[in-house]
């Protein structure tokens, strides 16, 4: 690097630096502490990572970080937004136009730091406005992993790949984002943006934001928007369900003048159905919220890096199967980072689903193997598992699944059918089940292993019908692969009920469970049986007031087509019967 360049990058940061300070001393009782801290941290780490390591950083990873002060306290006027953004336009002019493009393991560097200085710059912002009292609560707003349409490059640059960070901060209290825009409407799922059984793991409560479009909605008819109070009221049961079985937060949006969202001063039929949810947050406050589920589903934010820039692949393994298999297997799951399961910070599951495993070193290879193979532990893997080391490599494929695999070449889109319905998993499946994507997908893998049982094909370029799924048995655990993505309920229900997990139902409707409570939101309605781990004292309809059953591990209802319903099942003197 020419010493110009440097030069010229550190007037850059000066002239940045400068207006930055001019701007939030002018506003300083707005800002707090905190301004003045990310404004400085931005520059200072940036500078020195700079000049000490000479890393090629281009000016794209370094918007971000720039901004991340406007971003964080919006309180500046006109004239003070064009100042920092002229100030911003000046440094990273002088980077692009004197720094290379980046190498492809250059780009992967820039942006795991673009992600963990501005987490950065959220943890300071929000230890600084907290240390002064230690008596608040401070939280922050995040859309991250599992809301796949903001996913791969847009993912990969905002910095939200840094949540095992808040994570690790004491002074995060609380972590808040909208449940999912993918399938919100009847029959849809209230899928939170984070994992959010690390965020409790760690200690912090996840708030669900409730902006559900209702019928109020006129001027925003996307994000499945709902066409009656009858829709309406179903869709915020099933959320209001979602939250007190999951010990999380909830608060609901009244929203703006162009769309009104959960207005009670526009349908006053919500505020009864307000009054009662408030009703049942509290009565869920005494019950047992911890944890109950036998399914963990796991995703690992670092293999993020080592994927392509596009939703080819992450939109149907993580976001559709998030938002059509998971939830209607008719067992509740648990979604945590790979990272805690790693340092051995879960309870012990039968079935773990690992979603996206794709890079692994030889730490966390060891660590996964350590924290799996044991006590009968079942493992689902799905595509590309453990790929990537230092290189690709389909021994390292081996290594982590105990699988041997081949690989084809051709981008295609792979699909799946099953060939063997003799299988525990696979009993009574239809035949006519496929899955699987459309979307271009290379490498594609499938099983060359002949000590595995094959259950199903994968059909790729060319006609090619490979074999696609397997399950392997070891002696203190068990390996399952499917080579497609966005696997169906009814196999993912087989190999849950294979795992020895508890089925509460196997109707296909969305459930949620903890060990006092049961959800289902449905969308045919009839009549359904659910079976419960053990027998309650009562069973008992909490959105209606209804007493169901006495005495009893398993129950029969009919449910109305489009509805929510969720049921006590425990001791008869918390409801006073």
Same mark, same amino acid.
């Given at each position: 690097?020419?010493?110009?360049?440097?030069?010229?990058?550190?007037?850059?940061?000066?002239?940045?630096?400068?207006?930055?300070?001019?701007?939030?001393?002018?506003?300083?009782?707005?800002?707090?502490?905190?301004?003045?801290?990310?404004?400085? =941290?931005?520059?200072?780490? &940036?500078?020195?990572? %700079? #000049?000490?390591? /000479?890393?090629?950083? *281009?000016?794209?990873?370094? !918007? $971000?970080?720039?901004?991340?002060?406007?971003?964080?306290?919006?309180?500046?006027?006109?004239?003070?937004?064009?100042? =920092?953004?002229?100030?911003? &336009?000046?440094?990273? %002019? #002088?980077?692009? /136009?004197?720094?290379? *493009?980046?190498?492809?393991? !250059? $780009?992967?560097?820039?942006?795991?730091?673009?992600?963990?200085?501005?987490?950065?710059?959220?943890?300071?912002?929000?230890?600084?406005?907290?240390?002064?009292?230690?008596?608040?609560?401070?939280?922050?707003?995040?859309?991250?992993?599992?809301?796949?349409?903001?996913?791969?490059?847009?993912?990969?640059?905002?910095?939200?790949?840094?949540?095992?960070?808040?994570?690790?901060?004491?002074?995060?209290?609380?972590?808040?984002?909208?449940?999912?825009?993918?399938?919100?409407?009847?029959?849809?799922?209230?899928?939170?943006?984070?994992?959010?059984?690390?965020?409790?793991?760690?200690?912090?409560?996840?708030?669900?934001?409730?902006?559900?479009?209702?019928?109020?909605?006129?001027?925003?008819?996307?994000?499945?928007?709902?066409?009656?109070?009858?829709?309406?009221?179903?869709?915020?049961?099933?959320?209001?369900?979602?939250?007190?079985?999951?010990?999380?937060?909830?608060?609901?949006?009244?929203?703006?003048?162009?769309?009104?969202?959960?207005?009670?001063?526009?349908?006053?039929?919500?505020?009864?159905?307000?009054?009662?949810?408030?009703?049942?947050?509290?009565?869920?406050?005494?019950?047992?919220?911890?944890?109950?589920?036998?399914?963990?589903?796991?995703?690992?934010?670092?293999?993020?890096?080592?994927?392509?820039?596009?939703?080819?692949?992450?939109?149907?393994?993580?976001?559709?199967?998030?938002?059509?298999?998971?939830?209607?297997?008719?067992?509740?799951?648990?979604?945590?980072?790979?990272?805690?399961?790693?340092?051995?910070?879960?309870?012990?599951?039968?079935?773990?689903?690992?979603?996206?495993?794709?890079?692994?070193?030889?730490?966390?290879?060891?660590?996964?193997?350590?924290?799996?193979?044991?006590?009968?532990?079942?493992?689902?893997?799905?595509?590309?598992?453990?790929?990537?080391?230092?290189?690709?490599?389909?021994?390292?494929?081996?290594?982590?699944?105990?699988?041997?695999?081949?690989?084809?070449?051709?981008?295609?889109?792979?699909?799946?059918?099953?060939?063997?319905?003799?299988?525990?998993?696979?009993?009574?499946?239809?035949?006519?089940?496929?899955?699987?994507?459309?979307?271009?997908?290379?490498?594609?893998?499938?099983?060359?292993?002949?000590?595995?049982?094959?259950?199903?094909?994968?059909?790729?370029?060319?006609?090619?019908?490979?074999?696609?799924?397997?399950?392997?048995?070891?002696?203190?655990?068990?390996?399952?692969?499917?080579?497609?993505?966005?696997?169906?309920?009814?196999?993912?229900?087989?190999?849950?009920?294979?795992?020895?997990?508890?089925?509460?139902?196997?109707?296909?409707?969305?459930?949620?469970?903890?060990?006092?409570?049961?959800?289902?939101?449905?969308?045919?309605?009839?009549?359904?049986?659910?079976?419960?781990?053990?027998?309650?004292?009562?069973?008992?309809?909490?959105?209606?007031?209804?007493?169901?059953?006495?005495?009893?591990?398993?129950?029969?209802?009919?449910?109305?087509?489009?509805?929510?319903?969720?049921?006590?099942?425990?001791?008869?003197?918390?409801?006073?019967?």
């Amino acid at each position: 690097m020419m010493p110009y360049t440097v030069l010229f990058y550190i007037v850059a940061m000066l002239a940045f630096c400068f207006a930055t300070l001019t701007v939030l001393s002018a506003t300083f009782s707005a800002f707090g502490p905190s301004g003045i801290v990310c404004a400085w =941290l931005s520059l200072t780490v &940036f500078t020195v990572h %700079y #000049l000490r390591t /000479r890393k090629k950083i *281009n000016s794209f990873f370094l !918007g $971000a970080p720039f901004f991340a002060p406007l971003l964080l306290f919006p309180h500046l006027n006109a004239p003070q937004i064009v100042l =920092l953004f002229a100030a911003c &336009f000046f440094a990273l %002019y #002088l980077t692009y /136009r004197m720094l290379p *493009n980046l190498s492809y393991y !250059g $780009a992967l560097d820039a942006f795991r730091r673009t992600n963990y200085l501005l987490i950065g710059l959220l943890v300071l912002a929000v230890t600084a406005e907290k240390l002064p009292a230690l008596n608040g609560v401070a939280g922050v707003y995040v859309l991250v992993y599992l809301a796949a349409h903001s996913l791969a490059l847009r993912l990969l640059r905002s910095g939200h790949l840094g949540l095992r960070w808040l994570l690790y901060n004491p002074y995060v209290d609380f972590i808040v984002s909208p449940y999912s825009y993918g399938f919100r409407g009847i029959g849809g799922e209230s899928a939170p943006m984070p994992p959010t059984e690390s965020v409790r793991l760690h200690g912090k409560l996840y708030i669900l934001e409730e902006d559900t479009r209702t019928h109020l909605s006129h001027q925003d008819p996307d994000y499945g928007r709902l066409n009656t109070l009858r829709e309406a009221e179903a869709v915020l049961r099933r959320n209001l369900a979602w939250a007190v079985t999951h010990g999380s937060g909830i608060w609901w949006c009244g929203g703006g003048p162009g769309s009104k969202h959960i207005n009670p001063e526009e349908e006053p039929a919500f505020r009864p159905l307000l009054r009662r949810f408030q009703e049942i947050g509290t009565f869920a406050l005494g019950l047992d919220r911890a944890p109950c589920a036998e399914i963990a589903v796991l995703l690992d934010d670092e293999s993020f890096f080592y994927e392509s820039a596009r939703n080819d692949l992450d939109l149907p393994l993580i976001f559709q199967q998030r938002l059509w298999g998971l939830p209607r297997i008719g067992a509740p799951y648990d979604a945590y980072l790979l990272e805690d399961f790693l340092y051995g910070r879960l309870p012990p599951y039968k079935l773990y689903i690992f979603l996206n495993p794709f890079h692994l070193d030889r730490f966390r290879r060891e660590a996964l193997a350590r924290e799996l193979r044991r006590d009968g532990r079942v493992a689902l893997w799905i595509y590309a598992p453990g790929y990537i080391r230092e290189e690709p490599s389909l021994a390292h494929m081996e290594e982590l699944t105990g699988f041997r695999f081949a690989k084809g070449s051709n981008p295609w889109g792979p699909l799946m059918h099953l060939t063997d319905f003799t299988h525990p998993i696979t009993q009574g499946l239809n035949q006519e089940l496929y899955w699987g994507t459309n979307n271009r997908l290379d490498p594609i893998f499938h099983l060359d292993d002949p000590e595995a049982v094959v259950l199903g094909q994968v059909v790729y370029s060319l006609g090619r019908c490979k074999p696609g799924m397997g399950v392997k048995v070891f002696p203190q655990w068990t390996s399952i692969y499917i080579a497609a993505p966005n696997v169906p309920a009814p196999v993912l229900r087989g190999i849950a009920r294979y795992a020895g997990v508890h089925l509460y139902s196997e109707a296909g409707d969305v459930l949620y469970a903890t060990r006092q409570l049961l959800a289902v939101h449905t969308v045919s309605g009839g009549e359904r049986l659910f079976r419960l781990p053990r027998k309650a004292e009562v069973i008992y309809e909490l959105f209606t007031a209804q007493l169901i059953a006495r005495e009893a591990d398993a129950f029969r209802v009919t449910l109305a087509p489009a509805s929510t319903a969720l049921y006590y099942t425990g001791e008869a003197g918390r409801l006073g019967l």
